[in-house]
């Protein structure tokens, strides 16, 4: 059964380094999404991307956050300058279709980021 | 704005027992709403959907959920726990008129006791 795949599973960092979440879709689908769950928190909403843009953005996607598809099969979150705050669990996923009863989104196993 | 909140951060319940996990929305529109599950050090996996075909939604492992509209609520059910549905469970509603996004509820931990 597809699956969507990110790595690594857990990344380490300093504080002000620069990182890269990379994701894998399912292949046949559009529509990609980043989330994030910091510990014992609820998991909220980053981005949304289709066709190549930003369809959607939460506040919390500043300008130290960007999203990239670079070749067409992978889904990648950069935090450019990364904070103690930033440290949470970071979720891809990936769904056929847009808003609807079929928008059934399809989560990775997530990439655990701590912040030094 | 579409909103989700559910009941109780931590329920517990014995084997066999009935499960009953709380999921309220607030949806200006008709809602899509979702129960989705993660077990310990995995992402989220999909129970089940609403999707208005039917107010009674069958999910997989024995899981169900009934859409009421005039309570607002989507409650998680399953009628006799196991060991293996300990996990934390979240609740969503989809965001129709913008991106698709979901907006999930703040989950809540299930523990079954022997």
């Known amino acids: 059964e597809p699956e969507v795949t990110q790595t690594p599973s857990h990344q380490v960092t300093q504080m002000g380094q620069e990182v890269i979440l990379r994701c894998v879709p399912i292949?046949?689908?559009?529509?990609f999404y980043w989330y994030r769950q910091i510990l014992g928190q609820k998991v909220e909403f980053l981005v949304s991307f289709y066709n190549n843009e930003i369809s959607e953005k939460s506040e919390i996607f500043d300008d130290q956050f960007s999203v990239e598809r670079p070749d067409g099969s992978n889904f990648t979150l950069k935090i450019r300058s990364t904070k103690l705050e930033d440290s949470a669990m970071y979720f891809c996923?990936?769904?056929?279709?847009?808003?609807?009863?079929?928008?059934?989104?399809?989560f990775g196993p997530g990439t655990r980021l701590t912040v030094l | 704005a579409q909103s989700v909140t559910q009941l109780g951060s931590h329920v517990s319940v014995s084997e066999g027992a009935l499960v009953l996990l709380r999921c309220n929305y607030s949806s200006s529109v008709p809602p899509y709403l979702f129960w989705y599950v993660q077990y310990p050090n995995q992402g989220l996996q999909l129970l089940l959907k609403y999707t208005s075909a039917a107010t009674l939604v069958k999910g997989i492992n024995g899981f169900e959920a009934e859409f009421k509209k005039s309570e607002t609520s989507f409650h998680l059910t399953k009628p006799s726990a196991h060991m293996s549905d300990a996990a934390e469970y979240f609740c969503?509603?989809?965001?129709?008129?913008?991106?698709?996004?979901?907006?999930f509820g703040q989950g809540t931990e299930l523990s079954v006791k022997p």
């Open positions: 969503a509603v989809s965001d129709n008129n913008q991106g698709g996004k979901l907006i």
């Open positions: 996923a990936s769904s056929p279709q847009l808003a609807g009863e079929f928008n059934e989104q399809f």
């Open positions: 292949s046949n689908h559009l529509y």
